[in-house]
């Protein structure tokens, strides 16, 4: 299995951890695809700094966990700060950890909608507003996400891609497929007001 980064070389007590929540911004938002911009552009800055970790994004919310030297997180941190795809940037957790939760993603990127997710605790947290949690509910929430990367790690589906066009396509199947029934109604409405304007126009040439 391909290793984002290497710990050995890394004492423990210099292993830190960041964790934060912004929001995203209307530059953020009108990106056509912000989150993939970001996850392609951190996974080469984060391979080549050692820092591996977790980007969520649902609800117009960021949630991120990195993990990596300190000099490499405050680094990141101040790029953060300057980012004007996001805003009101809070920050969890920067602290020492004894080992990374990561440890093969330099940054996987989720989308984090209630149809998409399975896991049940993290369904209870949909829609997902994370400013409203409270006290260490952040914790409860990494936990989820660790457990979530050791099941895909179990199952050797580590992917370091951010979700790409393809998986896009899957996803807006899902909804498609879910959603059947409106959409067939939205075309069918779609149909009748084309023809309905085509007989006034027509009927105004004719009569
Ligand atoms: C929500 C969010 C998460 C980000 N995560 C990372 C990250 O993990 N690593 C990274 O290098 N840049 C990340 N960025 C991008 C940085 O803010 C910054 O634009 C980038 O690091 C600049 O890299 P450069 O100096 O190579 O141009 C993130 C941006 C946003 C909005």
């Known amino acids: 299995m391909l290793k984002a980064a290497d710990t050995t070389n890394l004492k423990s007590s210099e292993l830190y951890q960041l964790v934060y929540i912004s929001r995203i911004t209307s530059t953020g938002l009108s990106g056509a695809s912000t989150l993939n911009d970001i996850a392609d552009h951190s996974i080469k ?26 000099q490499a997180l405050t680094n990141l941190k101040n790029r953060l700060l300057m980012d004007n795809r996001h805003k009101e940037i809070k920050v969890l957790d920067f602290s020492v950890i004894n080992q990374r939760r ?56 580590v992917d370091m891609q951010p979700i790409k066009y393809k998986a896009l396509g899957v996803t807006l199947g899902k909804v498609v497929s879910q959603h059947q029934a409106f959409f067939l109604i939205q075309t069918i409405l779609g149909l009748l007001i084309v023809a309905a304007l085509f007989w006034v126009l027509l009927s105004d040439k004719i009569f």
């Open 45 to 70: 800055n984060n391979q080549a700094d050692k820092v591996t970790g977790i980007l969520c994004y649902g609800n117009g919310y960021f949630f991120q966990c990195v993990e990596g030297t300190e």
């Open 102 to 157: 990561f440890s093969s993603w330099s940054l996987r990127s989720i989308i984090l909608e209630r149809w998409m997710v399975d896991d049940s605790r993290v369904k209870a947290l949909m829609p997902f507003k994370p400013y409203t949690w409270v006290e260490d509910e952040w914790v409860q929430f990494l936990n989820v996400l660790q457990n979530y990367y050791e099941q895909q790690e179990k199952k050797e589906e």
